[in-house]
């Protein structure tokens, strides 16, 4: 399978062909995704709540974040891997912005995902100009939980819903390849995609979106904590897992495991 590259990503919304992007934060997961030919694999700082634990993903670290993508970038062959800049990553300032996304490169990405509009258009700009490629993140921005007062769906009045339009805007004119939209109504999905001529990558944002995105421990089953309607859950991972684990528990409680089959003579 050949490598998927940045002209690829942006070639493939002028000739109007989805995109599919999957998160993957470990060495099989990751390996599973290429294989089945996803575009992108993002290393989210999701990480921080379906692997983590955590309640939000604010106390992700770049080397947390450094570590999970060395290796993820190990596994794929195909995809392109795009590292997800953590909270304190880039909010400090323009040096700390550009010195993190350089490490991310070093760890085997080929871009950076980083949360915000307007406000971090100077962010983006500057590691452009560095060669590094930027994914875009607005809407429902994960590192915004507090503002935000919880996960809430983004852009539901006129006035949200224009300032949302005026960050994506802002996202493209800094340079980035390619935009998250999360957790806005469809309709508005449907609007930015058509003002940008970079791609947009839908969460919880309608299926007018350029392409798709999830999280792979919902698509898979594998996190129950909570269940957004914008989740379609295509496997049951979690209920498998826990039959094994108790079927190989049973079987060595009964001296059943290991048999003859799996004993050296
Ligand atoms: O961290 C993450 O996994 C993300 C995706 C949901 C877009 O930002």
Redesign the pocket.
Known sequence: MTKITIPDILKRKRDGKKLT?L?AYDFPFAQIVDEAGIDMI?I????GVVVQGNEN?LSVTMDEMLYHTRIVSRAVEHSLVIG?MPFISFQPGMEDTVRNACRFLQAGATAV?L?GGEAVADRIRAVVQMDIPVMG?VGLT?QSVHRMGGYKVQGRDQAAAERIMKDAKAVEAAGAFAI?L?GIPMELGRKITKALLIPT?G?GAGPHCDGQ???LHDLLGLFERFNPTFVKTYANLKSQALDAVKRYKEEVELGKFPSDEESYK
């Not at 989210?44 to 990480?47: A, K, P, V």
């Open positions: 992007m998160t993002l989210g700082d999701s990480l993903t997800d995902k949360e993140h994960p998250v999360e990558i969460i995105v999830l999280v």
